[in-house]
């Protein structure tokens, strides 16, 4: 773990420094979690990936869901909570990692800072290694900032410190807690083209009203508006974010397949993703940066 962190956290006792294993059980040691508690929000984000894995808003909700079977393992990407993608979304060309590294990297903490209307403030950073160039051959530094407060804002940049250009996708993976899957409705989607990832030849249709999820789901939505709702027995949850694409995820029955998500745990989330993906990728000019960001509230 990085040398200065401790001196860090200790200007800010909003934010401790815990292990996995004592906040979510598993086997000890776990993984290094930092645990924030706010007078407008909490939340828990672990370094490996900066990965947020709870977002509770003052008062409010869990609106993340963490699996009841995650496993906390170095190099293994968590399932639950709000995964970062990147620097490519999905299967990769060649048979490297799904999802580019990002996730299942260790990150440092750069800044921590209370905020004047006393939202809190994270700032984590990942630079490239001879591990990432083999994956990636381009010099970068990933930075996530987290602000913590009745809303999770994520504001990413991306910048290309090479002298070639990047190719690059990314998703904010979010795993949405909802009480059932089944009887959610997603707005914020009618009329957008999707890419159905399931079917042979990944046929693209458009979307008509409210998504309804009643089924293995695994679409890709292409040029969407800002702003999704998600409707549910417990209130709403809505996304915003400044990215182009939303991905939709549920394995529904194949969740038995997925050990660390467990068979009968599919109808307790929703992954509503939001990047740039497929049409949507793009390519980091040398020199240049990609900046996005994605707001979650109740
Ligand atoms: O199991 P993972 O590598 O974390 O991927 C989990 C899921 O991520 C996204 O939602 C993709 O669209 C899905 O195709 C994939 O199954």
Redesign the pocket.
């Known amino acids: 773990m990085q040398a200065n962190l401790a001196t860090l956290l200790a200007t800010i006792p909003e934010i401790s420094l815990c292990s996995s294993a004592d906040l979510y059980g598993g086997e000890e040691p776990g993984l290094p979690v930092l645990k924030i508690q706010g007078a407008s929000g909490s939340a828990a984000v672990a370094l490996q990936g900066a990965h947020l894995l709870s977002f509770i808003p003052a008062g409010g909700r869990e609106l993340l869901w963490l699996s009841p079977k995650a496993v906390f393992a170095a190099d293994k ?1 968590i ?1 639950g909570g709000i ?1 970062l ?1 990147m620097p490519w ?3 990769h060309p060649e048979g490297l990692p ?2 580019g590294f990002a ?1 299942s990297s260790n990150w440092d903490v750069s800044e921590v800072e209370i905020l004047g209307n006393g939202d809190i403030k994270v700032v984590l950073v990942l630079h490239d290694t001879a591990a990432t160039q083999a994956l990636w051959p381009h010099a970068f530094v990933f930075r996530l900032a987290l602000t913590v407060g009745r809303e999770l804002t994520l504001a990413l940049s991306v910048e290309n410190l090479s002298d070639q250009p990047a190719p690059f996708s990314q ?1 904010f ?1 979010s795993y949405l807690a909802v009480p059932d899957v089944t009887e959610i409705a997603i707005s914020g989607l009618d009329g957008c083209t999707y890419v159905n ?1 399931l079917l042979e030849g990944h046929p693209r249709k458009v979307q008509e009203g409210d998504l309804h999820v009643q089924s293995l789901t ?3 939505y292409l040029n969407v508006p800002a702003k999704q709702v998600i409707s549910h027995g417990s209130g709403q949850t809505h996304i915003v974010s400044d990215t182009h694409s939303a ?3 549920n ?1 529904w029955e194949d969740a038995a397949k ?1 050990a660390d998500v467990g068979q009968g745990n599919y109808p307790g989330f929703v ?1 509503v ?1 939001r990047g740039d993906v497929l049409d949507n990728a793009l390519t980091i000019a040398a020199g240049g940066v990609y900046r996005a960001s994605m707001t979650l509230s109740e």
């Open positions: 990407a399932r995964p993608c979304f999905g299967r799904a999802h996730r998703a993976h990832t695994d679409r890709v991905i939709v995820w394995p997925l992954c993703e």
